[in-house]
């Protein structure tokens, strides 16, 4: 087939895989439970917020997902009935919001993870050689060093490759092959003098870099998962120095910041600000808070 024959082809009609079909008992039922509940659902087809799109919707990204953005609603139309008037249109808006917090920390978490990578490279490379890897003095502990080796039999590079061909890696690959957590038990791995060389390339102390990384890590898995970002409280929360403690583009910290996305997206802000000085990130993250 020509590849312009491809993209010329009429689009067939999906076909629908969701584990809730658009007349399921479940469905109707959570819909049912939605309008009880006070969200303005209704029968007519043409509506915005018509049963059809109701459907639609939960179908589309999942009757859990969507409670969780449903339950906030929810919860004030219980407290106040008769004065608040809330649609599907609104979740959904919720729902691109979240989204729009995903790809923007996606996005900082690409260059800091690029940066940090490289930098704790060119650290084991300068005080072990380039087979650090290989050197009992790197320190790296053996459930590291497992967990290294089957990111590795993942890479396209190394697929089909011995154990003794994956232990001895160019260590420039094993850095790109490697997860964003294991970066940070990498890094955990180095004593504290090596920690804190590295550290100071961000403007930091090691044991404030040790706790942005975990906590990073539980950001970037929770939004490459597709996972609820938005008023989610962290199980990981970073360590904010004085240095950082200071209003975001005009916003007064809540109580707890930490605790919550305003953390982590300090912490992205200030990482951003130690690899591209001039970066408009924070920009990018107020206008969807703003526009919403």
């Not at 802000?269 to 969807?288: C, G, M, S, V």
Request: aromatic share 10%.
């Amino acid at each position: 087939m020509k590849l312009t024959g491809f993209f010329c082809q009429q689009p067939q009609p999906a076909a629908d895989l969701s584990p809730m079909s658009p007349n399921s008992t479940e469905l109707l039922d959570f819909i049912e439970q939605l309008k009880a509940d006070g969200l303005t659902i209704v029968d007519d087809p043409k509506s915005v917020h018509s049963v059809e799109k109701a459907k639609h919707y939960i179908s589309r990204i999942g009757h859990y997902r969507f409670k969780q953005y449903s339950e906030p609603f929810t919860r004030i139309l219980n407290k106040n009935p008769a004065t608040i008037v809330c649609g599907l249109d609104d979740i959904m808006k919720l729902q691109k919001f979240d989204r729009q917090l995903r790809l923007l920390s996606l996005d900082a978490l690409e260059r800091i993870e690029v940066t940090m990578k490289s930098y704790l490279h060119d650290h084991l490379v300068t005080m072990y050689g380039k087979d650090w890897f290989l050197n009992n003095n790197s320190n790296i502990p053996s459930s590291l060093t497992n967990s290294i080796e089957k990111s590795l039999k993942r890479h396209p590079d190394m697929k089909e490759k011995s154990h003794s061909e994956l232990r001895h890696v160019d260590t420039n690959l094993l850095m790109s092959a490697i997860t964003f957590g294991e970066t940070s038990r990498l890094y955990n791995a180095l004593d504290e003098p090596n920690q804190s060389n590295i550290a100071k390339r961000f403007s930091t102390g090691s044991a404030i870099l040790r706790s942005w990384l975990w906590s990073l890590t539980h950001i970037r898995n929770t939004a490459a998962h597709h996972s609820r970002l938005w008023n989610i409280t962290s199980i990981t929360p970073p360590r904010i120095p004085p240095v950082i403690k200071q209003r975001f583009g005009g916003i007064t910290p809540p109580d707890f910041y930490n605790e919550r996305f305003y953390g982590q997206a300090l912490v992205l802000f200030y990482l951003l600000q130690r690899i591209a000085r001039h970066t408009k990130w924070h920009y990018r993250l107020f206008e969807p808070c703003l526009s919403g």
